[in-house]
């Protein structure tokens, strides 16, 4: 019997630079947004620097150096075993074992470690939504072998989040799915009926929920309720407004004390823009568009429809988020509740966004 030989090419240090500068970049970040919190919290300045370090880059840099190791086409074959694990870890937190907060049940407790599944079901969902596209099957033009699958897998995990309630991740995943049907050579008009049923579902998703309709009406008339649903937004514009084109300095932001809410989650970059203004916020924006840019480069360069596939999900992933999270926190979107890749503070988060860096690294030291 043949074997097949493995080829590889080494590192792709463009993507090795380009994540630890924007990891690099999350850390210090994180150390001024925290110092003041932290101290409050734990009598320490550096608790949840310490924290990310250990929970978050730490076993990330382990993750990445695995996943960089593993030849990416295996995963091809454990897609579905890990797509299956997710959903049985989103559906354990709808039961006693999660971990709620703040209304929300999204995370799991295993002794003392705490996680959130949405984040692993990211990296899972793509391999398995790439793996299945790959197929010849998935490929099938008629509608019933390939869309309406489409249209069930998507489903249930937009069900499954909607229960916990992550009403943003749900869109997320969709907006990624979509993305990567539509790259595997969709029709245009199941493109279209797509769009269409997301549109629907989600309106109606949001308009039975009355917290949900409240971030709608923040967004559309802030002024109306400054202290209570569009708090938060209006908090961190005049953050983002104060720092001007230089910024207040590091370490210098007053909103972050007593005023913006989450300074270490979704509204991180209203403290980057008052501490490192414009000139700050657009360096961010800027490392964050080279490294997506960098994986559709390689993700043309893959010939192989897997791996091809498996990089414009990472891409997308990593382009949709880190747009959904600025745009929310500078008014130009409702707010979500979102993350900053790379930089906000969760260590879950961190972990998933560097094992995708290590395969999309192996995907590129395999191409031809």
Do not use: C
């Amino acid at each position: 019997m043949r074997q097949q030989v493995i080829r590889s090419r080494g590192n792709d240090y463009v993507i090795i630079v380009l994540g630890t500068l924007l990891i690099t970049f999350g850390m210090a970040l994180l150390s001024s947004a925290s110092s003041h919190i932290s101290h409050m919290q734990t009598g320490e300045t550096l608790y949840y620097v310490t924290h990310q370090l250990m929970y978050g880059i730490i076993p990330g840099a382990i993750t990445f150096i695995i996943f960089s190791s593993i030849y990416y086409k295996r995963y091809e074959k454990w897609a579905m075993p890990f797509m299956l694990l997710s959903v049985i870890l989103l559906a354990l937190t709808l039961t006693p074992l999660a971990f709620s907060a703040k209304g929300a049940s999204r995370w799991l407790r295993i002794g003392s470690f705490i996680f959130q599944p949405s984040e692993p079901l990211k990296l899972f969902f793509i391999t398995y939504l790439a793996a299945w596209l790959a197929s010849p099957k998935a490929r099938d033009r008629h509608a019933h072998k390939g869309f309406i699958a489409f249209i069930v897998i998507l489903s249930v995990i937009i069900g499954l989040l909607i229960q916990q309630p992550a009403t943003s991740t749900a869109l997320l995943i969709s907006l990624v799915a979509v993305s990567m049907y539509f790259a595997s050579g969709a029709r245009l008009s199941h493109f279209a009926i797509t769009g269409a049923l997301a549109v629907v579902a989600f309106t109606i998703i949001i308009v039975i929920a009355p917290y949900r309709m409240a971030r709608i009406e923040a967004f559309l008339q802030p002024e109306k309720n400054t202290q209570g649903s569009g708090y938060q937004v209006s908090q961190a514009k005049i953050a983002i407004g104060s720092g001007g084109i230089l910024g207040v300095g590091y370490g210098q932001s007053t909103t972050k004390i007593n005023s913006l809410p989450e300074p270490i989650g979704d509204s991180i970059f209203a403290v980057l823009g008052e501490e490192m203004g414009f000139i700050g916020s657009m360096s961010l924006i800027g490392l964050i568009l080279a490294l997506v840019v960098r994986i559709f480069i390689v993700a043309h360069e893959t010939r192989d429809r897997f791996g091809h596939l498996l990089l414009i999900g990472f891409g997308s992933l990593i382009a949709i988020q880190s747009f959904v999270n600025i745009a929310a926190i500078s008014g130009l979107l409702p707010p979500t509740g979102i993350a900053l890749p790379f930089i906000s503070y969760g260590s879950s988060s961190l972990v998933v966004f560097m094992g995708i860096l290590g395969i999309i690294n192996n995907v590129s030291k395999h191409n031809d």
